[in-house]
């Protein structure tokens, strides 16, 4: 059988081959076409862009934190500095197990449970930062012993940190209040307020008091280095840097001797102390006690020193001198003699015969004096020298709420007086209005007599009991109470040292201010409630006693001391200024269950200015059982 031979076609192929040729040489043209537009994109179009970044890779911009500002008391005592400390800090978003991290790390570095929970209270306040400490204030055996074995623990680092520290503890703490860290809410604030840039880097923040209220002072001016860095993001060399500015340094008002010394007499009392330069308004000292130290909250509190504080019966964390409001008791009765002179409900001479008690048209409701049996004949003198409850009875209903109401507002009882820390209290002034809009109630008659000597609905702060006495004191002028004197700008080289503000002057016939200021004087002589204090007095100082009720006592039934319970006892008030003559001190003094105000606060006082004027630093004033 003979074999067929086919026949190849050459051309075909040769067609076929030029065909695929063809189309794999336009394939690589529209390939190459791809690769050059994008090179042209990159390289050309968006060269500028991916520069940056590359810089960016290899750049690095960092924060410079600038050094808080220093606070100071009037004499150059330092009450709020600066200190270096080395931190251990964890990133969490860096740690795959992060319990087990904390657990392993223990075994090198001792974390305690407390550690452990103000760590993850930070956690969960701050989401959006990085870096978070779980261990302040390493030792140098400590930082040795991590550095060996930093390799072990990614996401945790050593880092130096400037903490803030409070020399003088809680002798201040309500004024300089403390930082604490910043949260979520914080940046938010911080953003609203377009200051964000300015905290790049910064952990801590005011929280309360003059840390508080000059926050944007005190903090000073983020600067930043540009640092090149290498392929694992460790710094090379520095390419450019723009410093810091620090905060402005504070010089306070405040002398540090006189509020020891306010604290020293105290004792073991508690209550509240304002003294104020009565020619400017600068506060001298401000007592709340007891205090709490301020050093607990600088990086997170842990959580037994915040249950004992917060659970504190003695409420450490209540600023009692500027928030705490309690009836002002007599020494209310200054303001309401002058109210009965200027409205002419009263004359000097006016006198009436006080059995001990008074009633109202048509009651047989008896309002009674602290005294039994009464005063005798008291004229406006003699009723505030011995404090006569019952005139102040008949002014009361004489004068009318309406009247009582707006000329006693002019001293400042039921407003703020704007002094230059936060969380200040009104008080309460109260009228018909307020009393309709508060319970839905009329105004009663018996309502005004209560006001009348400084209790019913009446509520004061120290703060504003003092602000009061200052305008008695400067025949009514009224300067913005303030503690901060001084402020030095590191920015501009400025200092800044006029902070005094007058804010009005009350339009008062100085002859009823003279009436009121010497039977004021004539309280601290014999006679006067406050003749035992007043006794031997190298200087000649005016002041009122006033006790204010915690607990109402029934119609009948006396107040004993000893049968009630030391909680609900009344509290002891005493204001005051000195010289009288030339007043450079104006104080008051409330003592929380102290009973009555020339027993317990008056010799407080007398203390306090002892120190002020004789330099004698006081012993504490014995608390009964």
Known sequence: MKETVELRDHLHELRQFRIRLTLSAIGILLVFCLLFGRFVYLQVLRSEHYNTLAEANRIAIMPLVPNRGLIFDRNGEILAQNFTAYTLEIIPDQVANLDAAIDKLATLIEITPEDRRRFNKLKRESTRFKSLPIRSRLTDIEVARFAENRYRFPGMDIKARLLRHYPTGEWVSHVIGYIGRINDKD????????????????????????????????????????????????????????????????????????????????????????????????????????????????????????????????????????????????????????????????????????????SLPGSTHRFRDWKPGGHGRVDLHKSLVVSCDTYYYMLSHDLGISNIHAFIAQFGFGNKTGVDIPGEMSGLLPSPEWKKERFNQPWFPGDTISVGIGQGFNLATPLQLTFATMLLANNGKAFRPHFVKQQANHQQGLI?????????????????????????????????????????????????????QVINIKQGERYIASKIDERHRDHALFTAYAPAEHPQIVLTVLVENGGSGGATAAPIARKVLDYFFLGTMPEPIEKPG
């Open 496 to 548: 800044t040292d006029d902070f005094s503000e007058e804010m009005y002057r009350l339009n008062l016939k100085q002859e009823h201010l003279d009436h009121i200021k010497q039977a004021l004087v004539d309280v601290t002589r014999p006679g006067g409630t406050a003749a035992r204090v007043g006794a031997d007095a190298a200087y000649t100082f005016a002041g009122k006693t006033g006790t204010s």
């Open 187 to 358: 940046l938010e604030q911080l953003e609203a307020n377009q200051q964000l840039e300015n905290y790049r880097g910064s952990l801590h923040i005011g929280r309360t008091g003059i840390e508080k209220s000059y926050e944007s002072a005190l903090h000073g001016v983020t600067g930043f280095e540009q640092v090149e860095t290498d392929a694992i993001g460790r710094p090379v060399r520095t390419l450019s840097r723009v410093p810091p500015v620090a905060g402005s340094d504070l010089t306070l008002t405040l002398d540090i001797g006189l509020q020891q010394a306010a604290i020293e007499a105290f004792g073991e009392f508690r209550g509240a102390l304002v003294a104020m330069d009565p020619s400017n308004g600068e506060i001298l000292a401000f007592v709340s006690k007891p205090g709490f130290d301020p050093n607990l909250f600088v990086d997170g509190i842990d959580h037994y020193n915040w249950r004992l504080l917060n659970e504190s019966k003695d409420r450490p964390l209540n600023n009692r001198a500027l928030r705490g409001v309690y009836p002002p008791g007599s020494t209310f009765k200054p303001f309401m003699a002058l109210a009965g002179l200027e409205l002419s409900k009263r004359t000097p001479h006016y006198a009436i015969n006080d059995p001990g008690f008074f």
